[in-house]
């Protein structure tokens, strides 16, 4: 158990206790206020005092005075990066074709949980399919992503063949155009394909990625020889050690290239609606456009309703997978 200080455990107790009182002081004094200066005063206090108070007690449990600041300022900074998150949440809840809230009236008295309900299942705007839309086309790119772009990098990191620094190299050189670059060749190929408004059109130009194979090339050259060579005596083939050694080793960064390409192909706007015409293909980033345009400019509930329908599963996937983002970055830094 972790030792407090005798000086760190005083700043502590005192920080928080006089947090309480003024705290408290504020509180009662806020009550005889009528006077907007002295309100806005008031309240200055209020927000004082809580940090003071905040400051106290991450002191007593961290037990230092520098992990108290620390750990502070890190609560400071999530709840500043989680506040429009919730803002959204609580708007969202408001009944439909009210005014924004404001922040005394942000928590509604009765949430209006059927604005989930209308925006997934309005009849004129089918959100419902959109959401079905974005989820398959993401589903099918992560999978055939990682798929493709692994077994590029198994190639890359364990054979040895002429021009394959040469060839690597042209795929980091690929990573340095910005993606509307290739937007126009794209579109002309899917076009001469006749993939235009299918979900060939979204799920293919998505299979193949630079920055997966490289990311993946790393972690494979982190992982021993050895280890191949100890499955070639019992048997196995090339694409049974990619499979049952490699791919099992390298989870993290699987991990994390599965999470930045969910994060890229579910908030993805330009090329969907580039390559889709017919309302029944369009994803939901397209479709929130379509639905902030028509129903949603002076409806903010409905609208802030749609937004928490689109982060939400970006939310889940980031909350499941950000304990692998740092080990799969660096799995390819050590050898």
Not at 101 to 109: A, N, W
Not at 183 to 188: A, C, G, S
Not at 319 to 334: A, D, H, P
Request: glycine share 8%.
């Amino acid at each position: 158990m972790r030792q407090h200080s005798a000086v760190s455990w005083w700043v502590g107790a005192l920080s928080f206790t006089l947090a309480i009182v003024l705290l408290l002081l504020f509180l009662a004094g806020g009550a005889y206020s009528i006077n907007p200066d002295d309100l806005r005063l008031n309240l200055m206090g209020r927000l004082a005092s809580s940090l003071l108070g905040l400051f106290g007690l991450c002191t007593l449990v961290s037990g230092g005075i520098k992990q108290g600041f620390s750990y502070t300022g890190m609560i400071l900074l999530a709840l500043f990066l989680l506040a429009p998150f919730v803002w959204m949440v609580l708007v969202s809840l408001h009944p439909s074709k009210t005014p924004i809230p404001t922040l005394d009236l942000i928590i509604p008295k009765e949430p209006a949980w059927d604005n989930y309900g209308k925006v997934l299942f309005m009849p004129n705007l089918p959100v419902s399919r959109f959401f079905l839309n974005t989820l398959f086309v993401t589903l099918s790119v992560v999978l055939g992503q990682l798929f493709v772009s692994s077994l590029a990098a198994y190639g890359f990191a364990r054979f040895q063949f002429k021009g394959r620094e040469a060839a690597f190299g042209l795929f980091l050189v690929s990573m340095m155009f910005a993606g509307p670059v290739t937007q126009i060749p794209v579109y002309l190929m899917v076009q001469k394909f006749g993939w235009l408004d299918t979900y060939a059109a979204l799920i293919f130009p998505g299979i193949s990625s630079a920055f997966t194979i490289f990311l993946l090339r790393q972690a494979f050259l982190a992982i021993p020889k050895e280890l191949d060579e100890a499955a070639k005596i019992d048997g196995a083939g090339y694409f049974r050690i990619y499979w049952r050694v490699l791919l099992p080793l390298a989870k993290p960064s699987l991990a994390t290239a599965a999470a930045f390409t969910f994060f890229g192909v579910w908030t993805d706007f330009f090329w969907p609606m580039l390559s889709t015409n017919s309302t029944e293909m369009r994803t939901l980033e397209v479709g929130l456009s379509i639905f902030k345009n028509s129903y949603g400019a002076a409806n903010w509930p409905l609208q802030m309703t749609a937004a928490v329908i689109v982060m939400a599963p970006l939310l889940v996937v980031f909350l499941f997978c950000q304990r692998y983002f740092v080990k799969g970055v660096m799995m390819g830094s050590i050898k």
